[in-house]
């Protein structure tokens, strides 16, 4: 198996992992989670996402987490958003980057809004935050299937992750939202996509529902993916999807990349110590098992 000799991490904690929970964090303890995070040198953090209260509450004080956070130079912070309202929301609030979705699951459409529709609409969120400088990550949301269609078309997947990159997307992420994906697939979609963007940047975006989070991961790298999404405590889920459990756990992953000799940038014993922030003020074990159990042995003596 192939290895890459380094990996960029985007840790989606405060965002994906954080909309799942019961608990509400208040705004000071989400400003002292991101900037633990910071401290433990990720370079990219999914901050926050701009969208209606309404939908996700968790969100609603999105803006004062971003006028608190101590911004780490060298670390790039990235808001979600659903359309061109949320757009305008992360300029206003100097997000450098933000993330557009679009499920390529046809269940997730109504008659009255079709995915043609969806793409449209993601389409204009996607150009207007170029035209005002932002750099785009367009989400391919169930690119490797759907707990209710199944299997997706691997066709269907690139259609939309075409027209979001035609509209000026500087970086392409397949989600795998209710952990559907295998390895075999994995390395086939990733091995598809990167021969269709061959000069934009592509993310894996993995969940462990059925514990081939790792695995995925191996299989991605294997096929020549350097970017990888991950929550601290594993933590995280689509309140909307079926079957969605948390992300692969960034210290799980931490784990695998020093065992495997590649580099991330990121301080593993930092990344614990927000594990550790983070069970505490959620107040429940999290999924994570480096944090349950810590190094092996053998990885602590080499």
Known sequence: MRYP????L???????????????????????????????GFPQINAV?????????????????????????????D?????????????????????????????????????????????????????????VIAVVAKAFGCSAEGEIPFDRVLRLARGLHDAGATEVCLGDTSGEGGPAQ????VGGMLDAF?????????HDTRGLGLANVLAAMDAGATRFDSAVGGIGGSPQTRNSTGNISTEDLLHLCEDAGVETGVDLDIVLEAYRFLEEKLAHPLPGRLGKFGRSKRALAS
């Open 198 to 206: 061959p000069d934009t940047p592509l993310s894996l975006h993995f």
């Open 49 to 77: 996402s701009f969208v209606s209260p309404k939908v996700m509450p968790h969100m609603a004080d999105a803006a004062d987490v971003m006028a608190a956070v101590t911004r780490r130079p060298g670390t790039i912070y």
């Open 79 to 135: 808001a979600t958003v659903p359309n061109l309202s949320g757009v305008r929301r992360a300029i206003e609030a100097d997000m450098p980057v933000i993330s557009v979705f679009i499920s390529a699951s046809l269940a997730d459409y109504r008659p009255d809004k079709t995915q043609d529709d969806n793409l449209v609409s993601a389409a204009e969120a996607v150009a207007e935050a170029r035209a005002n400088g932002l750099g």
């Open 186 to 189: 994995v390395a086939r979609m």
């Open 10 to 40: 985007r840790e989606v904690s405060p965002r994906d992992g954080l909309q799942a929970e019961a608990t509400h964090l208040s705004t000071k303890d989400k400003v002292d989670f991101i900037n633990l995070l910071s401290d433990a």
């Open 5 to 8: 000799s380094r990996i960029h």
